[in-house]
C-alpha cells in the first residue's frame, strides 16, 4: 500500500540523510571529554528513565560533559511507550533549562522521548501534530543516542513511537532527521541490567532479526544480515553459561 512504499522511500533516503551517521565505539569509555567537547552545545539535556538513572549508569556521561564544559540537565521521568504527557513535561523542562541539544540514554522509549521532544521544540508544535510523515518544517535540534538495550535500534532509525492515553493508541512521527547525528555503543552499560530486562532486550533484537527476512517487503541484504544477526542472537544465548547449566539439569530428563 501507500503507507509501505513511503516507508520503503523513507529507509533509502533515510541512508543518506545528513548528519555524521556513525557508531562510536570505545569499550568502557564511550564517554570520552575529547568526544563530548565536541558537541560544541550550551546546555544539553539528557533523556532517560528512572531505572537507569538510579543505577547511575549515565555517570560517565555527566561526568565526560563537566570535564568539557558542557552543562546538562537530566529528565529521567520517562516511562513505557513513552507516553505524550511525559513529553510534555520533557519539553517544558527542555525549554525550562535552555538547553539546545539531547541525549537520549536508555533504550526504546527514552530514546522515542528524546526524538520527539527534540522535533516539538524545534518546531513549536505539539507532539500529536508531529504524528505522520514529515510533520516538521525544522529539523529538530541536535540528538545523540547511548542504548542501554540490545533490542530497540532507534539509535539508528527514523522514526519515534509514542504513546496516547486518550486514544489508548501509538503514534509514529517519521522523519529522516530524526535519526541521531552520533550513537555511542557501549556493550558494558548493558552488564548491569536487571535480568528481566536484559532477556526482554534479547527477544526484541530477535523478533527483530526474524522480521528482517520473513516480512514481505524486505531487501535481499536486509535478509542476509537477519539471518546472520538470528544466529549471532541465538549462539550469545546458548553460550551463556547459565543457559548450558540449566541443559544440563534438563538432559538427564530428556
Known sequence: GANAEVMKMLIEVG???????????????????????????????????????????????????????????????????????LIEKGIAFYRKQGCDAVVAFGGGSPMDAAKAIALAVANNKHPRQLAGYFKGLRAPVPIYAVPTTAGTGSEVTVAAVVSDPKTHR??????????????????????????QVTAATGMDALTHAVEAFIGSGTYAVQIEIGRDDVQQVLATFLNDPRVRAFRDQLEPVT
Open 15 to 85: 541512508q543518506d540523510a545528513p548528519g555524521e551517521r556513525i557508531d562510536a565505539f570505545v569499550k568502557g569509555q564511550f564517554a570520552r571529554k575529547e568526544k563530548i567537547s565536541g558537541f560544541g552545545h550550551r546546555k544539553v539535556l539528557i533523556v532517560t528513565d528512572r531505572v537507569i538513572a538510579g543505577m547511575g549508569l549515565p555517570a560517565a556521561l555527566t561526568g565526560a560533559l563537566s570535564a568539557g564544559g558542557t552543562a546538562f540537565a537530566v529528565f529521567d521521568a520517562v516511562t513505557a511507550d513513552a507516553p505524550i504527557p
Open 170 to 195: 501509538k503514534l509514529v512521527i517519521a522523519d529522516t532527521r530524526l535519526v541521531p547525528q552520533m550513537a555511542a555503543l557501549d556493550p558494558s552499560l548493558m552488564t548491569g541490567l536487571p535480568p
